[in-house]
């Protein structure tokens, strides 16, 4: 099964970086060094996030305060959309739509995917590079691309795209419904295509670099559980995506072409639409094809990474690894055949609605595996509780908690009663926003050190964590409850209705946690954007973890190794290792063994 990289290969491609001197642009610009096109990932979602989180606040204010005039509305949205400073319904509408997209799709899957599959997959399975260097640039410019139509797509003069960030017809498939639904749709669709391009050349680079550019003894049950998810989260990208493009595709075509794959009987005005004969249920189901595995695509690298820094910093084993793994292979077939309980509500079936059922009650078995797995390599350990370890164990923490109101979302009957209310609300911003947007940032303080050479302030990342994490609670617990009685999602005020006059402070108390842990994140952005510059210098292994990465110079370099790539001779988490006596450790006074340290005399090789 392990596949072994030759050394002539390797060698030829460290001559090469010898023999042409990089410029500025092909170093820092147009690099095929995965690390650099890691760095260009991670860089580019932090901006967007910030965008994301903008937009946030802005329509926090607006459901906290409706009708109350802000003077950053004004400055922000201008005359159009906010006169005298009061947000117009339409705007909210649009900020919603660009947030939600903004947030799945260029913060969390490309922060996770793009980031870490790019710098830790040639580092940790022990290869040069990507399989495809140049695949490996287009696939972020392509992603780049689709960041500029979309933010693009805020200055139209109709707006952008206001259909919600699922984007269902007929809103999103006739340009004259609502302004939302004109230029700014049609960016929206090209941005996406765009972005499904850079996701699938990215995932098949990916899968291509972790099956054949593997080092000598690195076989699959020796990979850390980072690979694992990365790869997996590869393949599920792989089967999911073009299904998203065939829709965008398709409604494009609706809306320019004159087809009516999504479009039934339509009066618009007093007069029926001239084609008609689709159904708006088909692109439901097109689209939860993806958007179900997609919380996977998010949620998995985050999981893999999670894996990682709680057992280097637990300084045990992980617990279960075949556990672990083979949930991460469930959870990816499951993924496929749950797409339905987002649409108990659309006339499904009650027979299909009870097999749906089932299949998401189902998936709650490989993802409970893994939180136990993390609980009990947590338990006894000798935890260094720095900030990436904070943030893994906050993973857990809202994994947990946003996982079990999937088991109330994920039943059909129950399903009713909360759907499209502040209830879905909370679960998926806990189980996949707060919980992937926590991995991101378990990631990036526990690898800074390998991306640039220095460490992140410590002090600073505490500050962050305890406050990002009683905001976090403190925004989205209380919606379960507001979602409970029945707010809906999406309406910018909800004064029309006298029976949620009672929850308005609700949503003031919402709004102020929501302004905190916004704030807070200037925190992290000086504590990044400084340490990148001023921070300490870092050694070449400041966790004291096992695994490849931390074998290579701190100093970045092309080819990752100076001399010959090294071969892997153990399992990714031998830490706390006894010798035979059970005097010492295996490498008397160091409690990790690297994977390179060859198995002395009868040892035995851990992989349970």
């Known amino acids: 099964m392990s596949a072994i990289?030759?050394?002539?290969?390797?060698?030829?491609?460290?001559?090469h970086g010898h023999h042409h001197k990089q410029t500025f642009i092909t170093k820092y610009i147009f690099s095929t060094d995965h690390k650099m096109i890691a760095k260009q990932y991670l860089i580019t979602g932090i901006l967007m996030g910030i965008v994301g989180i903008m937009m946030s606040v802005l329509f926090r204010l607006q459901l906290a305060w409706p009708e109350e005039s802000f003077m950053i509305f004004e400055w922000l949205l201008g005359d159009r959309w906010a006169p005298d400073g009061v947000m117009t319904p339409s705007i909210y509408l649009a900020l919603v739509t660009i947030h939600g997209t903004i947030m799945v799709f260029f913060v969390l899957t490309a922060g996770l995917s793009g980031t870490f599959s790019n710098l830790l997959i040639p580092l940790q399975i022990g290869a040069r590079d990507m399989a495809s260097g140049f695949m490996n640039m287009l696939s972020y410019w392509l992603f780049f691309i689709s960041c500029v139509i979309m933010l693009s797509s805020l200055f139209i003069e109709s707006g952008p795209a206001s259909a919600g960030w699922t984007i269902y017809p007929p809103l999103s498939a006739l340009p004259q419904a609502i302004g939302g639904s004109g230029m700014g749709m049609t960016l929206w669709l090209i941005s996406m295509a765009i972005f499904i391009a850079s996701s699938l050349l990215g995932s098949l680079n990916y899968i291509v670099t972790v099956l054949n550019l593997r080092t000598k003894g690195m076989s699959m049950m020796r990979l850390p559980l980072t690979i694992w998810a990365f790869f997996i989260t590869a393949v599920i990208g792989v089967v999911s995506f073009p299904v998203l493009l065939s829709a965008a595709l398709l409604l494009i075509m609706d809306r320019?072409?004159?087809?009516?794959?999504?479009?039934?009987?339509?009066?618009?005005?007093?007069?029926?639409?001239?084609?008609?004969?689709?159904?708006?249920?088909?692109?439901?189901?097109?689209?939860?094809?993806?958007?179900?595995?997609?919380?996977?695509?998010?949620?998995?690298?985050?999981?893999?990474?999670?894996?990682?820094?709680?057992a280097t910093n637990s300084r045990k084993p992980i617990f279960g690894y075949r556990a672990m793994v083979a949930s991460i292979l469930a959870i990816a077939f499951l993924s496929t055949i749950v797409w339905g309980h987002h649409m108990f509500v659309s006339g499904m079936n009650p027979f299909l609605g009870s097999v749906f059922t089932f299949t998401t009650l189902l998936i709650a078995i490989p993802s409970a595996v893994k939180a136990f797995n993390w609980i009990t390599t947590l338990w006894k350990g000798n935890l260094q509780m720095n900030p990436a370890m904070l943030f893994s164990i906050g993973f857990v923490s809202t994994f947990i908690t946003g996982g079990l109101t999937g088991i109330i979302l994920g039943d059909s009957t129950l399903d009713i009663n909360v759907h499209d209310t502040y209830f879905v609300i909370a679960h998926f911003h806990l189980v996949m926003g707060i919980s992937a947007i926590y991995g991101l940032l378990a990631g990036v303080y526990h690898w800074f050190?390998?991306?640039?050479?220095?460490?992140?302030?410590?002090?600073?990342?505490?500050?962050?964590?305890?406050?990002?994490?009683?905001?976090?609670?403190?925004?989205?617990?209380?919606?379960?409850?507001?979602?409970?009685?029945?707010?809906?999602?999406?309406?910018?005020?909800?004064?029309?209705?006298?029976?949620?006059?009672?929850l308005a402070d609700v949503n003031v108390i919402i709004t102020i946690f929501a302004i905190i842990t916004a704030g807070v994140q200037v925190v992290f952005l000086y504590n990044f954007f400084s340490s990148m510059f001023y921070g300490k210098k870092a050694t070449q292994n400041p966790w004291n973890s096992t695994t490849l990465e931390w074998t290579t110079p701190v100093e970045h370099i092309h080819g990752n190794w100076p001399g010959a790539i090294p071969s892997v001779y153990r399992w990714s988490y031998?830490?706390?290792?006894?010798?035979?006596?059970?005097?010492?450790?295996?490498?008397?006074?160091?409690?990790?063994?690297p994977q390179t340290v060859p198995l002395q005399d009868h040892e035995e090789e851990m992989n349970h």
């Open 5 to 15: 990289a030759t050394a002539p290969a390797h060698d030829h491609h460290e001559d």
């Open 449 to 502: 050190p390998k991306l640039f050479g220095r460490m992140m302030n410590k002090n600073l990342g505490y500050v962050h964590f305890w406050i990002t994490a009683v905001g976090a609670y403190g925004v989205f617990f209380p919606m379960h409850f507001i979602g409970l009685a029945g707010l809906p999602r999406r309406y910018y005020t909800n004064t029309a209705f006298p029976y949620f006059d009672d």
């Open 574 to 593: 031998d830490y706390s290792k006894m010798n035979l006596e059970g005097t010492d450790y295996v490498i008397p006074g160091q409690d990790y063994v």
């Open 256 to 310: 320019s072409f004159g087809t009516s794959f999504f479009l039934s009987d339509i009066y618009l005005e007093g007069e029926v639409l001239s084609h008609q004969g689709g159904s708006p249920v088909l692109f439901e189901h097109l689209f939860w094809f993806l958007g179900h595995p997609e919380v996977y695509i998010v949620i998995l690298p985050a999981m893999g990474i999670v894996s990682e820094v709680l």
